[in-house]
C-alpha cells in the first residue's frame, strides 16, 4: 500500500464540543514512526494541551493498524545517507587526517534530548505526561514503540484482533519510549517483564484480562467506541475529573510516600470545591443523579 503524496503523517481533526482525535497515517509503514512524524505526533499533543476548547483526545492510526513502533527501514536508510556523506567528506579530507566517526549518528536521527517529561521523545510525546486524558483507540497492531505509544493514554479502546508486543526485542532495539515505566505501572512488574522479556505477541483478551486494554470492541470500532467514551467524559465537571486523574498519576510516579501521595490529593482536590463541588452537590440535592444515574447530568 503507498501513500498519498498529500497525505500528512499525522492527520488531526477536533470538535466544538472539546475532541482531538490524533491519527498516525503512514500505511505504507504500518504507521511506523519516523523523525518526522515524531515531530508532528509532539506538536499535535502540545496544541491539544494549549486548546482550552479541548478536553479529551484520542491517539490512533490509519487503515486499520495502530503502530508498528519505530520506522527501522526509514532508520537504516539515514544511517546509510549519514555514511555515504562521511565517506564523501573523508574522501575529500587530507590523507593525513585523522577522521573520527561519531558513534551518535543513530540517536541523532531520532531523538538524543535530555530525558526529561516535556522533551519530545524518539516516538514524539513519548517524555509526556499529557495534561488532559487520552484515550488510545487501538486496531491492528501495537507493537514495540507503537505499544509504548498506546500507553500514553489513560486508556486503550481496543479491537478484538488487535495486538500488543515488544517485537523490537527481536532486533535488540531497547524501550526507550516509557515502555520499561509505564507498562509496569498499568500491567504489574511480573507481567510487564513477561512481555518485555519475550517480546511475544499478546492478544486483545489477554490485554484485557492483564489490564492493558479496559474495553475490547469488535473489529472497525475501535475509533468509534473511543469517541463515545470520550464524549461521556465531556459530560463531566472538567477540573474535578483532571484533578483526581493528575493525583493518580502523581501518586503512581511522582510521591515519596503514601503520605506525600495523600497530601497531593487532598490539597489539589480542595481547589476545585469552590468552583465545581458545591455546585454538583447542589444539583444533587436537587434530585438529579439520585440512584446511580448518568443520563441526566
Same mark, same amino acid.
Given at each position: 500500500? %503507498? ?12 470538535t ?28 499535535a ?5 494549549? *486548546? ?16 508498528? @513502533?519505530?520506522?527501522?527501514? $526509514? ?32 540517536? /541523532? ?11 519530545? &521523545?524518539?516516538?514524539?510525546?513519548? =517524555?509526556?505526561q ?8 487501538? #486496531?491492528?497492531?501495537?507493537v ?9 493514554? /489513560?486508556? =486503550?479502546?481496543?479491537?478484538? *484482533?488487535a495486538?500488543?508486543? !515488544?517485537y523490537? +526485542? ?6 526507550? /519510549?516509557? @515502555?520499561?515505566?509505564?507498562l ?6 511480573? +507481567?510487564?517483564? $513477561? ?6 505477541p ?12 479496559? =474495553?475490547? !470492541?469488535? =473489529? ?6 473511543? %469517541? ?15 484533578? *483526581?486523574?493528575?493525583s493518580?498519576?502523581?501518586a #503512581?510516579?511522582d ?11 487532598? $490539597?489539589? @482536590? ?18 438529579l &443523579? ?8
Amino acid at each position: 500500500m %503507498t501513500q498519498p503524496p498529500s497525505t500528512p503523517p499525522v492527520v488531526v481533526s477536533t470538535t466544538p464540543t472539546g475532541i482531538t482525535t490524533i491519527i498516525i497515517s503512514r500505511p505504507h509503514r504500518r504507521n511506523a514512526v519516523n523523525p518526522s512524524t515524531a515531530q508532528d505526533l509532539y506538536s499535535a499533543f502540545i496544541d491539544f494541551e494549549n *486548546d482550552s476548547s479541548q478536553k479529551v483526545a484520542i491517539l490512533t492510526g490509519s487503515d486499520g493498524y495502530f503502530c508498528a @513502533g519505530a520506522d527501522l527501514v $526509514d532508520l537504516t536508510l539515514e544511517q546509510k545517507r549519514k555514511q555515504e556523506q562521511k565517506q564523501k567528506q573523508n574522501a575529500m579530507a587530507s590523507l593525513t587526517t585523522t577522521t573520527t566517526t561519531s558513534s551518535s549518528s543513530s540517536r /541523532d536521527s531520532w531523538n538524543n534530548m535530555p530525558v526529561e517529561n516535556r522533551n519530545r &521523545g524518539p516516538m514524539g510525546p513519548s =517524555r509526556l505526561q499529557v495534561k488532559k486524558p487520552v484515550i488510545a483507540a487501538v #486496531a491492528g497492531h501495537a507493537v514495540a514503540g507503537g505499544l509504548e505509544l498506546s500507553l500514553l493514554a /489513560d486508556m =486503550r479502546v481496543v479491537e478484538e *484482533d488487535a495486538i500488543f508486543g !515488544v517485537y523490537c +526485542r527481536r532486533w535488540g532495539v531497547p524501550l526507550i /519510549d516509557g @515502555g520499561t515505566v509505564r507498562l509496569q505501572a498499568v500491567v504489574g512488574l511480573g +507481567r510487564a517483564l $513477561d512481555m518485555i522479556l519475550t517480546g511475544r505477541p499478546v492478544t486483545a483478551q489477554e490485554a484485557l484480562a492483564m489490564g492493558l486494554a479496559n =474495553r475490547v !470492541v469488535p =473489529r472497525g470500532k475501535a475509533l468509534e467506541e473511543a %469517541t463515545k467514551l470520550a464524549q461521556e467524559l465531556l459530560r463531566f465537571p472538567n477540573g474535578c475529573m483532571n484533578a *483526581d486523574r493528575n493525583s493518580c498519576y502523581y501518586a #503512581a510516579y511522582d510521591a515519596s510516600s503514601f503520605e506525600d501521595a495523600l497530601k497531593n490529593e487532598f $490539597d489539589n @482536590g480542595t481547589r476545585v470545591l469552590e468552583t465545581e463541588s458545591f455546585k454538583g452537590a447542589a444539583r444533587f440535592a436537587g434530585g438529579l &443523579g439520585r440512584h446511580g444515574g448518568f443520563s441526566k447530568l
